[in-house]
C-alpha cells in the first residue's frame, strides 16, 4: 500500500536530507520500518540519535503507519 | 559604536589599582569581541615569553558586541589568558548570567595584570569598583565561595570563582560561575590562582546603545518565535547534552578506560535516561536560552548527598567511560567533587583515566601512593585522586600539570597513552576512525577541544574511511564555530535545532549598524584562528607541525572491541590530513602561515615576528 509520511529533522543533520528541508511528505511503501525509511531517503542510520513517531521515542527498527508523522533527532554536536 | 559598552577596564593587582580606558576604535573595527579582542590583546600585551604563572601574563576578559541584547543564547564571556597548561594561546566561555551584567556595568574587556600579593577579589558595581579582601574565601571550594560571596553582596552580584585547585595552580583549574558553569579549558584559573585572585562579583545598571533599537527587538524576538518553533524543540530539553551518550557509544566513539575504547558496555547505567530518571531534579538555562541544556541534580547515597548541574555530555564521557565508574550517582558525585575543587571535568576524568591505566600497568606503584589503589571503576579512588590533585599532594602534584607533563615525569612508555594534542586533555570523542573528527582535535589552536570543530556526522555521512574533503570541512567549522565566541552567543540554538546562520548577519546589523554578511563574519573568524596560531609560534619554541599530531595510540593500537574494533588512524593518513589542511589554510609544511596568508587575512603586523620561523 502506498502513503505519504510526515517526517521532520531536528538539528545539524538536516543537510543530509533530501534538499536539506527540515519538514517535508515522503510517499513511501507500507509496511515499513524507520530504517527502511531512512534507506529510501538515502541517509545513514547512524547519522541519527533518536527517532520519536507521533510524538512517541521509537527504536530505529519501529514500524511506521500510513499518516505517522516521524521526527528523527541530530546527536547534539558539543558546545 | 553600537553594540559596545563603549569601555575597557584594566585592573592592575601588584598595584592595586584600576583605569577605565576607551575602547579602542582600531581593535572594535578589525576584530569582534570576545575571542577576537581576547587574541588580539593577548598579542599586544603579554610580553612574549612571559611565564604563564608570573605577573607578566594577563587575563583577558570580555563579552561580545551581541552580549546581553535580545536574541537567544547572548550571554557567553570569553576568558583569555597565555596558557599553564599548553605554554600557547588559551581561552575558554562561560555561560550563565555573568555576561551581560559586564556589559550592564560598561565593558567591552576587562584586563587583570601583575599580582595581588594577597588574595583578593575583584568587586564591579558599574564604574565602582574595588580589590577586596579575599582572606575569608581562600581554601573554599569554587561552589561554597560562590554562595559565601553571594550571601555577602546580594542576589543580583553575578560572580565567577575558582576552587582549590585554581589556588594551587593545577594547569586544569576551571572558573565556576553560577553553581554549576565552568570555563574550564586551558587553565585560565591557575592564571587567576597565580595573581591571587579568587573571584570577581559584577552587577551592571547601564544600557548598551544599538544602532535600531525597533530592528532589533523585532528580529530578535523572531529569533525566539523561530527557535521554539524548530521541530523537536520540546524533545530537546529533557536530557540536554547527555542524551547523545547512547549515539557516540553506537558510533564507537565513546572515551572508555583512558581512551583505549569507543564503546562502554555498561553506558545505560549513565546516559540521559538514567540522568533524567534518577537524580534530575529540573532543568536550568543560561541568560536568554531557550534551550536549557543545564541539568540541576542532586544525588544521595549514604555516603553522600550532593546537588550539582550536570553531569552533561562531556563529565559523563571523561568521568563516566574514561575511568569505567558504571552509574549515574557515582559520576554526578565524582562531577561535585571536581566542581568543588575548581577541576575541569573533562581534564579532570582524563587525567584520572590516565593514572589509572599507570596504576595497571605498574608505572604508578601501591607504595607510590601510601599503600592504596587506583582502579578502573572505583569512585572512591577517583575521588581520593582529585582531592590529591587540587592540593598538589604526593603523585597529585605530577597530575596537577596534566598528562603530557606526567607522562614525562612517570616514564614507562606513559606517553604513548597521555591522551592530549599541545598539553590540553582529549576530550569526549574517540576518533580513531573519524578523520575529520581527529584533525578537528589535532589542530583546534587551544589543543585538544571540541568545540572548535565537530566533525563525527560529516564522517559517518560522507564515509568513515575517506579522508577527501574532511581537512576542507574542518576549517570551515574552524572559522563558523569560534565566530560564536566572538559574538559571544551560545553554538546550541544553531547545532541542536537547526537554527538558520542568516538570522546572525541581521541581528548584528541591527545591534551594531555594521552591514555584514555571514561570510565577512567568517573573515574575521580566520582572521582570528590565523592570529591564535602565530601566538603560540611566538611563544612555544619549536610549535609548529609537531604540535598537531595526535599520541601515540591513536596512530598505532587498533580499537580492541566496539562498533570501531579494529580501527586505527596511521602515521601516513595523519600526515595526509595535515599536508591537505595546510594547504587550505595557507600555511607552509611547518603549519606555519605564510607571508601571503598573513596579509590575506589581514594580520600583516604578525609578519616580522612569524618570518624568522619559516627558515
Known amino acids: 500500500m502506498m502513503g505519504i509520511i510526515h517526517v521532520c ?22 509496511p515499513l520500518t524507520i530504517l527502511e525509511l ?7 542510520p547512524l547519522l541519527i540519535m533518536g527517532v520519536s513517531v507521533n510524538g512517541t521515542k521509537q527504536p530505529k527498527d519501529a514500524l511506521i503507519r500510513l499518516g505517522d508523522e516521524v521526527l528523527f533527532f541530530s546527536p547534539p554536536a558539543g558546545g | 559604536m553600537n553594540g559596545y559598552a563603549g569601555n575597557i577596564l584594566r585592573v592592575n593587582l601588584t598595584r592595586r589599582t584600576h583605569r577605565i580606558e576607551p575602547l579602542d576604535s582600531d581593535l572594535a573595527r578589525d576584530f569582534i569581541g570576545g575571542r577576537g579582542f581576547v587574541a588580539k590583546l593577548l598579542w599586544d600585551e603579554v610580553p612574549p615569553g612571559a611565564d604563564p604563572l608570573g605577573p607578566d601574563n594577563k587575563i583577558i576578559i570580555s563579552p561580545g558586541p551581541l552580549t546581553g541584547t535580545f536574541l537567544p543564547g547572548a550571554g557567553k564571556l570569553e576568558w583569555g589568558a597565555k596558557s599553564p597548561a599548553t605554554g600557547g594561546y588559551g581561552d575558554s566561555n562561560i555561560g550563565g548570567h555573568i555576561a551581560p551584567e559586564v556589559k550592564y556595568a560598561g565593558f567591552d574587556a576587562i584586563i587583570i595584570e601583575g599580582q595581588a600579593s594577597e588574595p583578593v577579589y575583584l568587586y564591579i558595581n558599574d564604574f565602582d569598583i574595588e580589590l577586596r579582601s579575599a582572606s575569608h574565601l581562600w581554601g573554599q571550594g569554587a561552589l561554597r565561595t560562590e554562595a559565601m560571596l553571594k550571601e555577602e ?9 575558582i576552587g582549590p585547585a585554581g589556588e594551587n595552580k593545577v594547569l586544569f583549574a576551571c572558573i565556576s560561575h553560577d553553581f554549576g558553569r565552568q570555563a574550564g579549558r586551558t587553565g585560565i584559573a591557575a592564571v587567576m590562582g597565580s595573581k591571587n585572585l579568587k573571584a570577581m562579583a559584577v552587577h551592571g545598571t547601564k544600557t548598551i546603545p544599538v544602532a535600531d533599537p525597533a530592528a532589533s527587538l523585532e528580529i530578535g524576538k523572531q529569533m525566539f518565535a523561530a527557535c521554539f ?9 529533557p536530557q540536554g547534552t547527555a542524551g547523545v551518550t547512547d549515539w557516540v557509544n553506537e558510533v564507537g566513539a565513546f572515551p572508555t578506560r583512558n581512551f583505549t575504547s569507543g564503546f562502554f558496555p555498561k553506558y545505560k547505567n549513565i546516559n540521559g535516561e538514567a540522568l533524567i530518571s534518577r537524580i534530575k531534579v529540573t532543568d536550568k538555562a543560561c541568560y536568554a536560552c531557550p534551550i536549557p541544556c543545564g541539568k540541576y541534580s542532586r544525588v544521595r547515597k549514604p555516603q553522600y548527598d550532593v546537588h550539582v548541574e550536570g553531569p552533561e555530555y562531556e ?3 571523561l568521568i563516566g567511560g574514561n575511568t569505567e565508574i558504571d552509574n549515574i550517582e557515582d559520576v554526578a558525585y565524582a562531577n ?10 573533562i581534564s579532570g576524568g582524563n587525567v584520572v583515566g590516565f593514572a589509572m591505566e599507570c596504576f595497571e600497568k605498574g608505572i604508578i606503584r601501591s607504595e607510590d601512593i601510601g599503600g592504596r589503589t587506583l582502579n578502573f571503576g572505583s569512585v572512591e579512588d577517583f575521588v581520593w585522586l582529585s582531592e590529591e590533585i587540587a592540593y598538589r599532594r604526593g603523585i597529585g602534584n605530577i597530575l596537577a600539570d596534566g598528562v603530557k607533563k606526567a607522562s614525562l615525569a612517570f616514564g614507562g612508555g606513559s606517553e604513548r597513552f597521555a591522551i592530549q594534542v599541545k598539553g590540553l586533555e582529549w576530550s569526549g570523542y574517540e576518533a580513531r576512525h573519524a578523520p575529520a573528527m581527529m584533525l578537528s582535535y589535532m589542530t583546534a589552536d587551544v589543543g585538544a577541544h571540541h568545540n572548535r570543530s565537530w566533525a563525527i556526522t560529516f564522517d559517518v555521512a560522507t564515509g568513515r574511511d575517506k579522508l577527501e574533503g574532511k581537512a576542507k570541512r574542518v576549517t570551515e567549522l574552524q572559522h563558523i564555530r569560534p565566530l560564536f565566541d566572538m559574538l559571544c552567543l551560545c553554538r546550541l540554538q544553531w547545532v541542536e535545532l537547526g537554527f538558520e546562520l542568516d538570522w546572525y548577519p541581521k541581528i548584528f546589523q541591527a545591534v551594531t549598524g555594521q552591514a555584514r554578511t555571514w561570510d565577512d563574519l567568517l573573515a574575521f573568524s580566520e582572521r582570528v584562528w590565523n592570529l591564535t596560531r602565530c601566538y603560540s609560534l611566538r611563544e612555544i619554541p619549536g610549535f609548529g607541525r609537531s604540535a598537531d599530531y595526535p599520541p601515540a595510540r591513536f ?4 580499537i580492541p572491541d566496539g562498533p570501531t574494533a579494529g580501527k586505527y588512524m596511521p602515521r601516513k593518513v595523519i600526515d595526509r590530513l595535515l599536508d591537505e589542511y595546510y594547504a587550505i589554510r595557507g600555511w607552509d609544511q611547518k603549519g606555519i602561515p605564510t607571508s601571503t596568508q598573513l596579509c590575506k587575512v589581514g594580520i600583516d603586523f604578525a609578519e616580522a615576528t612569524i618570518a624568522p620561523l619559516r627558515v
Open chain 2, 336 to 345: 561535585y567533587i571536581q566542581d568543588e575543587f575548581g577541576l575541569d571535568s
Open chain 2, 555 to 558: 596512530m598505532e593500537e587498533p
Open chain 2, 229 to 237: 518553533n524548530k521541530p523537536g524543540f520540546v524533545e530537546w530539553t
Open chain 1, 9 to 30: 529533522v531536528r538539528g545539524h543533520v538536516v543537510k543530509y536530507f533530501p534538499s536539506e528541508l527540515e519538514c517535508f511528505d515522503f510517499p513511501a511503501e507500507f
Open chain 1, 38 to 44: 531512512l534507506r529510501s531517503l538515502n541517509v545513514d
Open chain 2, 153 to 161: 553582596l546580594g542576589e543580583k552580584y553575578q560572580i565567577c570563582t
Open chain 2, 315 to 317: 563529565t559523563i564521557a
